[in-house]
């Protein structure tokens, strides 16, 4: 379908950038959410603002038990980066996880997270790493713990001049095992349910356990119940699975169309199994 | 909640709230959630009162993106020296808002019933 | 003296490479969206977002002072057009009036209210959002078993009890079978709705000529003609200043064997302003607006003895037919009916439709139109009872099936199958999946706890439409063939292919009749200015039908060629062969070239033969054809999510004589896909106010390649006697092979937990909820 009009402007400066945000014009990144939602005129933005040709936010950068990948970094570049796959290979995982090749050729990271879809992918790996999110806007900049960023369905703690410039996420010691496991939607490929886990052991016994849930209820979030179950108990099926049960914490599931909210549950609980003994095998 | 200036204020993107009757209301507003936005006009019904502990709430509205209908019963229970508020309901919605993901409705309605007695909350107090 | 013959290879049966392709891949093909005439305007339609409404009062002002719209028009302008045509007849039926657009009363969501005009589309779609309707909505019904209950909403006010129709036929003596029976089994079957989604949408653009008073309409479809003869019908214009022509054609798979509002709507917008018009329809409306296929709820009957022996069938049929009769809308459930037995030979049958309206877009054709429905369900119920007589399903099959002698078999329905080897073919799909063993191996999982299935489904089609008394607007096909002064040769055909690949295969029967190279050969189609009235493509008849016709009438371009060649080469007798005519005696030779160009020059004519080597066939077929296979599937459950994971698929087709392998397993494997997509994935869902809920490909789940298990394919082959070439056509045949098997096989993983039935799609949280239940 045709959009509303609007007026489109492509700078090459992110400081130009900023000042036309805080004028309030929207950003635009690889437009893989925004510009169906445009067409659709269920979003009619007047002005745009291309995020796309500006080096300073498109970068993956080792600095020293930190990854830094600015906000304009491709789900494919995520995908394909040799320095990701090595030394956060949960990231790497979860990108060949999004959408399909033309929806990862063109979508990014920081627009990903700014929109905050419940049932996005990043999330559940963000959460799981304890990831911090760098917001700038033409006044400054701030850091957010993933925890802190995002807040509820399409809700983030981006302020309205506010731009996602960069994502930090820790450089994993060798003997980290993570996984990302995901339940997709027939139709869309979204996450029905997607879990994120990274764990680490020592003396047979888990020293390390972080879980990310997306796709359950109304944002992502950590299941520290089950993170809390299992610091110190033997690492093997039996914990897992006593631990697993926990991970909805309550919360309300979404319900839909394609899954119910006790279906969703039962997902939940075997793709955090899943998730869990997966990383635990990675882990020795 | 039957004071009408309390319940502009409350619903989420409210631009303007007439009484047209008894308990009645004409609605005008724009909704936002992330990038969705959308002008509505509708009706907003208050029915079965039985102050101060429950009612219903029917809510209307149509616009460019499409049409929705929310019709619910809300419980108000004093707890721990506050008020605790049960809403048990039903969203319908129509137009290019129902066709772009079933997914979307549940928790959109959620959160925006979830907005709307935050901020009730807020202006009451 | 020594002559040297030189072979040419024949091509019909070899793997030829489409012609079609290179267009196609290299985005060259010219489809309606990329037809562009001077001063050409845009047309946006505003449509209800209502189920059921009355329409109040609708305001243009505000669109039609927009810059750049130039004309709006609404319900009261079009009542002098003609309405929307069905060409099905059935007694008693109820036909709602349908107009191009609305009147007082929308009866669907995505019904046609209004149309904004304007000089491009992106101004136009802006006129179309400031088109102000006010709409009363009241209460809409969109479940099929809803509507026929007391007091539900009336669809059509003049019709409270929403029936379009009854139907009934009855063979044998089926109440005697039953009284019969050791053993009568029922189970209500649903064929669920479904959205066809052709690759390319629907699109018209349209031109008036005035001083010529004559209408040139490029539309998206599969019946060029049949769309001319309507269109120029409903305008009130000559048919013969009308042209349709159907340019490059994206898919349709039944949805555009149709005459659809918006194709009307344009050429009057045309006449009316005096200018051409576009409208390409978005993958929203074609979701809305174009066609629906299936829409059954079906309540099925079997009686058989206890050794296994089928006595008969009873079906009542409750047809979703949507708001409005499209084309065929109420004809296709009757195609259930006369397919209902399947390869069986039981001949007791008692079957009744039901034809409901609904507040939904209309059903009409869609890959396999009726008789996916009714093969489904046959082969449901032989498994329903296999399971009861504690029978195995191939066994059972085997038992009951028309043996091969018994050809042409007159069914309990009516027809006559062609010819068939039924039992030959389910043998081979046993032995190719290694059946024996592999119950073996599923006795075995079982005892892990596995949920592993094994689905037979051996399914009969009746395709090639058809004799012309059976079809609504005739049956037979029409060829030219040319052969023009150069020796070139250009094949117009009636038919209209939209991906099927006839530009190739028609070539390769022409090579081989003709003995020229396949590159010297063009086939023409889809414009009713250039190629003589045809049917069209759909229902698997083009090469049956089609080609059966082009076959004649390149005989007749054989028999000419002989004339003039015995003429050139001065002697009595000669031979056609390789493409040279041959003197018999002399061995003397002239090609096709020198025959064609001396057939236009004219120098010396053969006694009694007039000049020019063109030839035109209308050819009528006898029969239908009736193509057969054996589709095995092997499944796992994961009990854990529901997921189904397909680990194997042998498919035995047998479509008679088969001229090129690659388009038959090109047909093969994308039926497949379609009969999967309804078994696992695919349901067009309304929900009790009429928005389709399932309205974009977020939420319809389309068969992906990632998705779709690797197909074991191999064929029989039993010729058809009905037509030279022996074909049976093979469109519409994996489609209807596939639904079962993958249905068939799921029941029969979950049968350890006591599962009798489960209705389509088989989603993951369907087959969970089951296992849950089950306590297993």
């Not at chain 1, 680490?200 to 888990?206: P, S, Y």
Request: hydrophobic residues 40%; charged residues 20%.
């Amino acid at each position: 379908m045709i959009t509303n009009p609007f007026d489109y402007a492509a700078p090459t400066s992110l400081s130009e950038a900023l000042g036309l945000i805080a004028d309030g014009a929207k950003p635009l990144a690889g437009g893989m959410s925004l510009i169906p939602m445009m067409k659709l005129r269920l979003a009619s933005p007047e002005h745009l603002v291309d995020l796309g040709r500006l080096p300073e936010l498109n970068y993956i950068r080792d600095e020293g038990g930190e990854i830094h990948i600015g906000a304009s970094t491709t789900h494919y570049d995520i995908e394909s980066s040799p320095l990701l796959r090595g030394k956060c290979p949960l990231l790497h995982e979860t990108a060949t996880c999004i959408g399909d090749i033309q929806v990862r050729n063109r979508g990014t990271i920081g627009g990903s997270i700014a929109h905050a879809d419940p049932a996005a992918d990043y999330p559940a790996a963000l959460q799981a790493l304890e990831a911090k999110i760098v917001l700038k806007s033409s006044s400054g900049e701030r850091a957010v713990a993933t925890a802190e960023f995002f807040l509820d369905t399409f809700t983030t703690a981006l302020e309205p001049n506010e731009i996602v410039s960069e994502i930090i996420v820790p450089t994993e010691p060798g003997l980290t095992g993570t996984s990302y496991k995901k339940f997709y939607q027939p139709a869309s490929g979204f996450a029905v349910v997607g879990v994120a886990a990274r764990v680490r052991q020592e003396g047979g016994k888990f020293s390390l356990v972080r879980v990310g849930v997306t796709g359950y209820s109304g944002s992502s979030y950590r299941a520290v119940s089950v993170e809390e179950a299992l610091l110190g108990k033997s690492a093997n099926a039996d914990s897992i699975k006593a631990a697993a049960a926990q991970v909805a914490e309550g919360r309300d599931a979404n319900s839909d169309l394609h899954a119910s909210a006790a279906y969703r549950g039962g997902l939940l609980v075997t793709y955090t199994i899943r998730a869990l003994t997966s990383a635990l095998e990675r882990s020795s | 909640m039957q004071d009408p200036e309390v319940l502009a204020k409350a619903i989420p993107g409210c631009e303007r709230l007439e009484k047209t009757g008894d308990d009645e209301y004409r609605l005008k507003m724009k909704m936002v959630l992330a990038s969705l936005s959308g002008a509505f006009e509708g009706k907003v019904r208050l029915a079965e009162p039985a102050p101060p502990s429950s009612f219903r709430m029917i809510v209307e509205g149509s616009g460019k993106i499409g049409f929705m209908k929310g019709d619910g019963v809300l419980t108000l229970a004093a707890r721990d020296g506050g008020t605790e508020v049960t809403y048990d309901g039903d969203a319908q919605v129509g137009g290019t808002m129902a066709a772009v993901g079933n997914r979307l409705i549940d928790t959109t309605a959620k959160l925006l019933i979830k907005r709307f007695f935050d901020k009730l909350a807020e202006e009451s107090a | 003296m020594a002559t040297t013959v030189t072979k040419i290879d024949k091509l019909v049966g070899k793997r030829v490479r489409r012609k079609e392709d290179p267009r196609l891949i290299t985005g060259t093909a010219t489809y309606v969206d990329d037809i562009v005439i001077p001063a050409m305007n845009h047309a946006a339609v505003v449509r209800s977002p209502h189920g059921a409404a009355k329409i109040k009062s609708i305001d243009i002002s505000k669109a039609a002072e927009l810059s750049g719209v130039v004309a709006v028009f609404v319900g009261a302008d079009v009542l002098g057009v003609g309405t929307v045509p069905c060409g099905a007849d059935l007694p008693g039926l109820r036909r709602p009036v349908h107009h191009i657009l609305a009147q007082d009363r929308v009866y669907f969501v995505g019904h046609p209210v209004a149309v904004v005009v304007a000089s491009n589309r992106y101004i136009a779609a802006d006129g179309a959002d400031l088109v102000e309707v006010e709409y009363e909505p009241v209460q809409a019904v969109t479940d099929v078993e809803k509507a026929l209950a007391d007091g539900a909403p009336a669809v059509h006010p003049e019709w409270p009890d929403n029936k379009a129709f009854t139907f009934s036929q009855t063979g044998g003596e089926p109440d005697k079978a039953f009284a019969e029976a050791d053993v009568v089994l029922k189970q209500r079957i649903i064929s669920q709705r479904l959205v066809p989604n052709p690759m390319e949408t629907r699109g018209v653009v349209a031109e008036w000529r005035q001083a010529e008073r004559a209408l040139t309409i490029y539309t998206s479809t599969q019946v060029p003609h049949l769309a001319r003869t309507i269109l120029a019908g409903m305008l009130g214009l000559e048919e013969n200043r009308v042209r349709v022509v159907a340019p490059e054609v994206g898919g349709g798979f039944g949805c555009k064997l149709n005459i659809y509002a918006e194709e009307a709507l344009m050429g009057f917008i045309a006449m009316k302003t005096g200018r051409p018009v576009k409208w390409i329809e978005s993958r929203r409306e074609n979701f809305l607006t174009t066609i629906h296929g299936r829409g059954h709820v079906d309540y099925y009957e079997i009686a058989a003895k206890r050794d296994g022996t089928i006595l008969g069938l009873r079906l009542k049929i409750i047809q979703d037919l949507g708001a409005y009769h499209q084309l065929l809308t109420p004809a296709i459930p009757t195609l259930s009916v006369l397919m209902m037995p399947g390869l069986y030979n039981f001949r007791n049958i008692q079957a009744e439709i039901i034809g409901t309206f609904t507040n939904c877009v209309p059903t009409d054709a869609y890959r396999g139109a009726g008789r996916p429905e009714a093969t489904y369900g046959i082969e449901r119920m032989v498994d329903i009872l296999a399971a009861e007589l504690n029978i195995d399903p191939a066994e059972l099959r085997l038992k009951n099936f028309v043996s091969k002698d018994q050809f042409p078999f007159p069914t309990a329905t009516g027809l006559n199958y062609d010819s068939g080897d039924y039992h030959a073919t389910l043998n081979k799909a046993l032995t190719e999946i290694g059946y024996t063993d592999l119950r073996k191996k599923q006795t075995e999982a079982r005892a892990q706890g596995k949920l592993m299935g094994i689905g037979i489904s051996t399914y009969g089609e009746i395709c090639a439409f058809g004799p012309s008394p059976a079809t609504p607007a005739g049956g037979w096909e029409s060829a030219t063939v040319k052969v023009e002064p150069s020796g070139k040769v250009t094949v117009l055909t009636g038919s209209s292919p939209h991906g099927q690949g006839e530009e190739t295969t028609y070539a390769q029967i022409a090579a081989d009749e003709l003995g020229v190279p396949l590159d010297d050969i063009v086939v023409l189609h889809g414009d009713t200015s250039i190629v003589q009235y045809g049917i069209g493509t759909f229902g698997s008849r083009n090469t049956a039908v089609g080609g059966s016709a082009l076959y004649y009438a390149l005989q007749d371009i054989k028999e000419k060629m002989k004339k003039f060649g015995a003429t050139l080469l001065d002697c009595d007798e000669v031979e056609f062969e390789n493409g040279k005519c041959r003197d018999t005696k002399s061995g003397k030779e002239v090609s096709v070239g020198e025959i064609a160009g001396a057939s236009y020059r004219a120098m010396k004519l053969p006694p009694g033969t007039d000049p020019g080597l063109v030839a035109t066939k209308f050819w009528e077929p006898p029969n239908f054809t009736y193509p057969f296979g054996a589709h095995i599937i092997v499944s796992e459950v994961d009990r854990e999510t529901g997921h189904i994971e397909i680990l194997r698929y042998v498919a035995v087709d047998d479509i008679g004589n088969i001229l090129n392998p690659l388009l038959v397993d090109g047909q093969l494997h994308g039926g497949a896909a379609q009969g999967l997509g309804q078994a696992l994935w695919e349901q067009a869902v309304y929900d009790d106010n009429g928005q389709l809920v399932t309205g974009e490909f977020m939420d319809y789940a389309m068969p992906r390649a990632r998705s779709m298990p690797w197909i074991e394919s191999s064929h029989t082959c039993t010729p058809s006697p009905v037509n030279p070439l022996g074909v049976k056509g093979v469109g519409e045949a994996g489609t209807i092979g596939s639904t079962p098997a993958m249905v068939n096989s799921v029941i029969d993983a979950l049968s350890p937990l006591g599962i009798r039935h489960v209705d389509m799609p088989l989603t993951p949280e369907k087959i969970w909820k089951i296992v849950a239940e089950a306590g297993a």
